[in-house]
């Protein structure tokens, strides 16, 4: 018997081309809703090298609506607590994270939805990222 959660209804990740991410490069990630009466909490997960500079990241997403009205947003998210040390999961160089992107949301249209995430950091190419992923869960 497998240990899949059946509350996720989507993840995916992007995998960032040499671990250096410009802030020109939009992730999208794509799903389909079907129920607008269920809440729904919305992950995002990064993945660095202990190499990265910074102790936080900031994020812009602009999600898209299936009647393609969008929301834009602004997000901070700290990689280090307030001595330096790394908070997420490390397992040798590599340091994952998994932070909140919207705790408990309604979708209030059935379809398809987008959302794009870019790097919004003073550094025009971020290095040391791996990866960025986002998980969408059904909330009891």
């Known amino acids: 018997m497998g240990c899949e ?9 992007h995998d960032i081309s040499e671990s250096t991410w410009s802030f020109k490069d939009s992730l999208m990630f794509e799903w389909e809703i079907v129920d607008t009466a269920q809440s729904y909490s919305i992950d995002i997960n990064l993945r660095h090298s202990t190499s990265y500079k910074w102790s936080n990241i900031y994020l812009f997403s602009d999600l898209i609506f299936p009647n393609e009205k969008a929301r834009r947003d602004t997000f901070e998210y ?8 790394w908070t997420g999961n490390r397992s040798g160089l590599i340091v994952k994270n ?3 992107l919207y705790k408990r949301v309604k979708f ?11 790097q919004a950091m003073r550094d025009t190419l971020l290095n040391d990222l791996i990866s960025v992923g986002v998980q969408i869960n059904k909330l009891p």
Not at 5 to 13: A, P, R, V
Not at 78 to 85: A, M
Not at 108 to 116: A, C, E, Q, S, T
């Open 5 to 13: 959660n059946k509350n996720i209804i989507y993840t995916s990740f």
């Open 78 to 85: 700290y990689f280090t607590d307030d001595y330096g040390h």
């Open 98 to 100: 998994n932070f909140p």
């Open 108 to 118: 209030p249209l059935k379809g398809h939805y987008k959302l794009f995430v870019n």
